[in-house]
């Protein structure tokens, strides 16, 4: 269970941010001034931050610069704000922010973001292996993919598409999943969308002479398998 | 010397603007016309009254010398009084005619003069006419003028009247930037709540779809708050609308994703299709081009029947039409199947507080703002808006933003 440091002094979001985390599988612990948020993520510690800009002590920028500071530079922050004047968003980003949701946010793009961001730290600490089907191979370390020795450029979302594939080889996955996976949203306006990225990975991975290695499941959704 | 410092400031077209140029019947004239023709009027009766009398102590005082001439023959007498009469006609005309060219003169001068001196009054008219509060005139540096006393109070009426109405536009523009923002804490804090309620499995089904109707009022809610305040915003800044600082990127195809849902949510009988999404990037401020999707989507959503659909498309295009510089574009289509938009309402769509006049068999929503939010998103990221008629049904709004080197 990924544990997820709140930093915010107004107890009806944190209250209402903890509950819905919560229902969606996360550990929340909540922290409302900047003291105490530098204090649990020493001693909690957090996988991600979600801090607010106001504080009653400190900056929320301050404390984004003493969490950078404090040894883990991969920490995924988010920073969450009332204001949004080019200057503040810069600030956030200068600051080491990853990302910054400006309020009023909707609550399951908050959950988008934060999935994202965990799925990034998962790709980076995550110990660097191969996956390997057939002739395919996928470089974890270097986001690199091989076919019949030959390097096979890909653009982020469709490596994820192939990664998602590859881990489940011999596996249907639906479209719903795939969309899910990919692009964080459970919403069937995508489900187009992933028709034509599979069409894309098919006709990157065909190079010039390789048989299909994505096959359509019809009425269900794809597999990879020889 | 004063004309000349008054002319440069004069501003090119304000004649045929304020029509002054046109000939018109003499007595509904400019202001200058008419003075030159009252003084004028007034000087030709002056004249022609010294005329006759000039004509006749001219003439009488010859006739009374004649008359005192001794040794004159009457034959003489009768002859001199012919010459003295013959000159004084050929005096008096010369008098008439001379009082008629000095009165022409003087009109072409008097009008000539008048209207020197009216100038800093036309200026004035034309500020009027074109004011528009920005750039803020009172902040304008703005020389002394040289004219009449009469003017120069009117003048500085005008900017104090001026100074006024600014100070109340924008303590108006302060109010509302104010209690948009007001209202952000509070609306984050409701939807919040409302989401996290919904999550609840236990949730009895009646409440859920309550719930489920108070939220999508909320969205719409901060949805208008949202646009209410990039209206302040740009306002603020005109005449430069909406600055945006390109430092963060922004992944489109995520964007559209994610306004597609938040609109979806709005609105559950229109399906939202997204059949092309190309993973591109741009340099730009996420929360607007948000917002300017959602606008678009907003608006073709409310235009398309129920059970119909629309389709979503990002892609990259490398020639922008009527667009000079050369670059790759991403370019987001909204295609929905609405009745399309009238030719009349067609160039003004994008006009602030613009609404088509034509009753909708659907209901029109909104505020005649978001379609103008949306186009001074586009602008503010060096890109447009084309909107067209398709041949069979609907509409087609095409987003292009330049994707940069």
């Not at chain 2, 003075?35 to 004509?55: D, K, R």
């Not at chain 2, 490398?318 to 609405?338: H, L, Y």
């Not at chain 2, 067609?346 to 949306?374: D, M, V, W």
Request: charged share 25%.
């Amino acid at each position: 269970m990924s544990q997820i440091l709140l930093v915010d002094d107004e107890t009806v979001i944190t209250g209402f941010l903890r509950r819905g985390l919560a229902y969606k599988g996360y550990d929340v612990r909540i922290a409302e001034t900047a003291e105490t948020a530098l204090d649990s993520a020493r001693d909690f510690p957090p996988d991600l931050v979600i801090l607010d800009i106001g504080l009653p002590d400190l900056d929320g920028h301050e404390v984004c610069r003493r969490l950078r500071a404090g040894g883990d530079s991969d920490l995924p922050i988010i920073m969450l704000t009332a204001k949004d004047s080019v200057q503040d968003k810069i600030a956030g980003l200068d600051n080491g922010a990853d990302d910054y949701l400006t309020k009023p946010f909707v609550f399951d793009e908050l959950v988008a973001r934060v999935r994202a961001a965990l799925r990034r730290r998962e790709a980076t600490a995550r110990p660097a292996t191969n996956l390997e089907v057939g002739n395919l191979r996928l470089d974890l370390a270097a986001r690199q993919v091989w076919r019949a020795g030959q390097l096979i450029e890909l653009t982020t979302r469709e490596y994820e598409l192939l990664e998602l594939l590859m881990r489940h080889k011999g596996q249907v996955l639906t479209k719903e999943i795939l969309f899910e996976r990919v692009w964080g949203y459970d919403n069937e306006a995508g489900f187009e969308v992933i028709k034509v990225y599979i069409n894309y990975l098919r006709s990157k991975l065909k190079l010039t002479d390789q048989p299909e290695i994505i096959h359509t499941v019809r009425g269900v959704g794809y597999m990879l398998k020889l | 010397m004063v004309g000349t410092r008054i002319r440069k400031r004069l501003v090119p077209g304000m004649y045929k603007r304020l029509r002054l140029n046109s000939w018109r019947p003499l007595l509904a004239g400019s202001l200058s016309q008419r003075l030159a023709l009252w003084n004028v009027l007034a000087l030709l009766a002056a004249l022609l009254v010294m005329s006759g009398v000039v004509y006749w102590l001219v003439t009488q005082r010859l006739l009374t010398e004649l008359h005192a001439q001794a040794g004159a023959s009457a034959a003489e007498i009768r002859l001199g009084a012919l010459v003295i009469e013959r000159v004084g006609t050929v005096l008096l005309v010369g008098l008439i005619f001379g009082s008629v060219l000095a009165a022409l003169l003087a009109y072409a001068g008097s009008i000539w003069l008048t209207q020197r001196e009216l100038r800093p009054l036309q200026k004035l008219t034309y500020t009027m006419q074109t004011l528009d509060f920005r750039p803020k005139y009172t902040e304008q540096p703005r020389a002394e003028i040289a004219a009449a006393t009469e003017i120069r109070q009117l003048q500085k009426s005008f900017e104090a009247m001026l100074a006024r109405l600014e100070t109340s536009a924008q303590r108006e523009q302060a109010f509302v930037a104010e209690v948009s923002h007001e209202l952000r804490t509070p609306l984050t804090t409701l939807r919040g709540q409302i989401e996290v309620m919904l999550l609840n499995p236990d949730l009895d089904r009646q409440i859920r779809q309550d719930i489920e109707g108070l939220n999508i009022e909320l969205q719409r809610l901060s949805r208008l708050v949202a646009n209410l305040l990039t209206d302040v915003r740009a306002e603020a800044q005109q005449p430069n609308p909406l600055y945006v600082v390109r430092q963060q990127s922004v992944e489109l195809d995520l964007l559209l994703v994610e306004a597609a849902r938040q609109a979806q949510f709005l609105n559950q009988n229109v399906r939202l299709n997204i059949t092309q999404l190309e993973q591109l990037q741009l340099a730009g401020d996420p929360d607007l081009l948000k917002q300017l999707l959602l606008n678009l989507l907003d608006n073709a959503m409310t235009y398309t029947p129920t059970g119909q659909q629309i389709c979503l498309q990002l892609q990259t295009a490398s020639a922008c039409p009527g667009w000079a510089k050369d670059s790759e574009w991403a370019v987001f289509q909204i295609t929905d199947s609405g009745p399309g938009i009238a030719p009349d309402d067609l160039p003004h769509i994008f006009e602030r507080h613009y609404r088509t006049h034509k009753k909708c068999a659907f209901q029109a929503s909104g505020n005649g703002l978001g379609l103008y939010i949306a186009s001074l998103i586009a602008q503010a990221h060096d890109g447009k808006i084309l909107v067209e008629n398709l041949p069979t049904r609907g509409s087609c709004f095409s987003i292009w933003l330049p994707l940069g080197k």
